[in-house]
């Protein structure tokens, strides 16, 4: 209230300063059970890691008698052989995951990016993998591959072909859980793609047809790069799940045989609850919890940068308005 | 340069026709303007011409060639898209040398032919810019440069010019009208502006609904329309309708009676009635002249200008030569030739 005669109530004002500041911080009021919830759920949880990611604990010990060990845990596991091995196994994994999902799903979606009756029907068939707990996954693909019984070896036998160690064989059982992580998320790469395709702008495409683009040279000059945006995102979201997966391999292989199919996360279910070194496998999960927070801020400043971008263009177009 | 001819060319949507047995022949070289109202499948037939848009029924010929179901780019053909089309993820050069670098050609000879090419429509400055920087009649220039930098037999426009000032429309419209002396292509331009249509088509396609309405070159349609709906559309201010009967070697209406030239309205039905359209520039201002006229409102546009006012009870526009303003309020004496007197059928709205 500056200047001139003040017609609101109060009159008084102390009381109008207080009550102004009382109005700023209404919002903060409302939202403050929200953040509540939010830090008592989220961050306590992760305190209790990283503070147990410093001890050495058992589970038979209550935390407050663990032993503290500074970085131990850390230094300890850079030169664990195991632990380094799950790291390799986890990246190969997500890396060949990633880019089979990405080239199958992709091709897919260009391919059926088409006004076919029936279509909707197929594209709903196509989705159903996605739609069934990982556990129920890991159980089918572990009776398709089973060595005597399973499908692909019966199919491989009929055809008077050797039967394949699956999951048996170190050599194959890394290949194997590819397939069924493969088989489990393409459809979510198709999807996204499948949207990003549907809304491009259908007169570029025509008017590259008119300009003598072949339907190759329109997917790769055209639609590709159009889709780029979303194909980055959609890539980033895979991988940072890529890194979390448990449960279809657990059921599948349970890490083995060997180390051959032992990601990072269930070697810290092992260390767990096997070695019962709950110090080491919080140490772990922060690792993980690094590497896909990583990824997460590689995908957040690749959306402020488009961000940012967009704006600039916005800007110079209301300029060449203007001029 | 071929000639392009349509064969009874059909189109429908889902269950609606919305073109039914067209048929047109393109005389090789020539420019032709399609206009008519929205909505009267100007695109429709263009996009087919391309090949971007299924043909129903009929075929379509390019230099003797069936190309009905040809893929556009086997039809050697270039367009300008009503809305733009642009490539948003390349730069102005980028989008007008598209079509250039699919055809591998050499790397200098595509930057001359862009920077020729934007030179011409004064895009030099933003080259290196994407379309969601330019403004909206920017992106239409890029539109046109992405189809003239092409050497196509034949240059499809779905308005091109219809985002730009008057200003602007006005130079492209020249710059079109010398480009076409230029090169002798086929070129195929739709437009619902008539002055367009008028200043730069050899001729002149009129449509309504789906189905042609006259074809000719832009005199004949001004000056012998072959039914009412092209004769309302051509010419600006439009033509002026109103009714009448024949009788004696007359054509007589409220507030006018007018006298035929010998061996017209041959074909009025037997009681005579007749609809007389008459343009504003067919009146003139003549002392002896039998029509008299109280002006409701007065345009002054310099050396003439449009007066309303009304012939009976109906609505007249009238352009005069003016030597200075007419008042509001004033009466003329006006006169009009007889070979200027349009008549149409009242029913059939044929010209009589
Ligand atoms: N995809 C479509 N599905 C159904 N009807 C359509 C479709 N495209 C066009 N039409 C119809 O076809 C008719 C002709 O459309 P067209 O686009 O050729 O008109 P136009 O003469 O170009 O009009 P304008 O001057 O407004 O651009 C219209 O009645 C329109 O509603
Ligand atoms: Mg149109």
Redesign the interface.
């Known amino acids: 209230m500056r200047g001139g005669p003040a017609h609101t109530l109060p009159k008084d004002p102390l009381m109008a300063t207080a009550r102004r500041r009382a109005n700023r911080l209404t919002p903060y009021l409302f939202v403050a059970p929200a953040l509540l919830v939010l830090a008592v759920g989220l961050l306590y949880p992760i305190g209790y890691m990283v503070w147990a990611s410093f001890l050495d604990w058992s589970p038979s010990q209550r935390i407050g008698e663990a032993e503290f060990v500074g970085m131990r845990n850390y230094v300890g596991l850079l030169g664990d052989a195991s632990f380094q091995e799950s790291v390799r196994v986890t990246l190969v994994f997500a890396a060949a995951v990633v880019s089979i999902e990405m080239v199958l799903g992709v091709g897919l979606a260009l391919l059926l990016d088409r006004q076919i009756r029936g279509m909707s029907l197929l594209r709903t068939v196509f989705i159903l993998p996605m739609m069934i707990a990982p556990i129920v996954v890991g159980l089918i693909w572990r009776y398709m591959y089973h060595p005597s019984v399973g499908v692909f070896n019966r199919t491989l036998e009929s055809w008077g072909l050797e039967p394949i160690p699956w999951l048996s064989s170190p050599d194959w059982a890394l290949a194997s859980v590819i397939i069924a992580d493969v088989w489990q998320w393409t459809p979510f790469v198709f999807i996204l793609s499948l949207a990003a395709l549907q809304s491009l702008?259908r007169?570029?495409l025509?008017?590259?047809?008119?300009?003598?683009?072949?339907e190759w040279?329109q997917v790769w000059?055209?639609k590709l790069?159009?889709m780029l945006p979303v194909l980055i995102v959609t890539a980033l979201l895979r991988l940072i799940d890529a890194f979390k997966v448990l449960e279809v391999i657990l059921v599948m292989t349970n890490g083995g045989p060997g180390l051959s199919t032992e990601i990072v996360s269930l070697r810290i279910q092992r260390t767990v609850a096997e070695f019962r070194q709950l110090g080491t496998g919080a140490a772990m999960s922060i690792y993980l919890l690094l590497i896909v927070l990583v990824l997460t801020v590689a995908m957040f400043l690749f959306g402020k940068w488009r961000e940012g971008r967009?704006a600039r263009?916005?800007a110079?177009?209301a300029e060449?308005?203007a001029? | 340069m071929p000639v392009i001819e349509l064969e009874n060319l059909r189109k429908d949507y889902g269950g609606a026709t919305v073109m039914e047995g067209l048929d047109l022949t393109m005389e090789d070289g020539e420019f032709t303007v399609l206009v008519g109202p929205s909505g009267c499948g100007k695109s429709t037939t263009l996009r087919m011409i391309a090949g971007l848009e299924d043909v129903t029924d009929g075929r379509i010929l390019i230099g003797g060639r069936d190309v009905t179901d040809l893929d556009p780019k086997e039809r050697d053909l270039a367009m300008v898209f009503q809305d733009y089309a642009l490539y948003p993820h390349m730069n102005v050069a980028r989008n007008m040398s598209f079509a250039l670098r699919l055809q591998r050609m050499d790397k200098a000879e595509i930057d001359r032919r862009v920077r020729d090419v934007a030179e011409v429509l004064g895009l030099t400055d933003y080259l290196g810019r994407k379309p969601a920087a330019l403004s909206g009649g920017q992106r239409q220039r890029v539109a046109m440069g992405r189809a003239l930098v092409r050497d196509a037999s034949t240059f499809l426009f779905d308005e091109p010019l219809s985002n730009l000032d008057a200003k602007l429309r006005g130079q492209m419209r020249a710059e079109l009208a010398e480009t076409r002396q230029r090169v002798e292509k086929n070129m195929i331009y739709v437009t619902h502006d008539q002055v367009e249509a008028m200043t730069l088509g050899d001729r002149i396609v009129v449509m309504r609904a789906g189905r042609i309405m006259q074809v000719g070159t832009p005199e004949e349609l001004f000056r012998r329309p072959r039914n009412l709906f092209v004769a309302g559309f051509i010419g600006s201010p439009p033509m002026n309708f109103l009714p009448g009967r024949i009788e004696e070697g007359r054509v007589v209406g409220e507030g006018f009676a007018l006298p035929l030239g010998p061996g017209r309205a041959g074909g009025a039905a037997p009681s005579g009635a007749v609809t007389v359209g008459l343009r504003p520039s067919a009146f003139r201002r003549a002392a002896d002249g039998d029509i008299p006229f109280r002006v409701e409102i007065s345009e002054y546009l310099g050396a003439t200008s449009v007066l309303v006012g009304r012939l009976g009870t109906a609505r007249v526009q009238v352009e005069v030569d003016t030597p200075a303003p007419v008042r509001v309020g004033e009466t003329l004496q006006l006169g009009v030739d007889p070979d200027q007197l349009h008549l149409f059928d009242p029913q059939t709205e044929a010209a009589l």
């Open positions: 702008p007169s570029a025509e008017a590259a047809r008119v300009d003598g683009a072949s040279q000059h055209i790069p159009l967009d263009v916005r110079r177009a060449a308005e001029a």
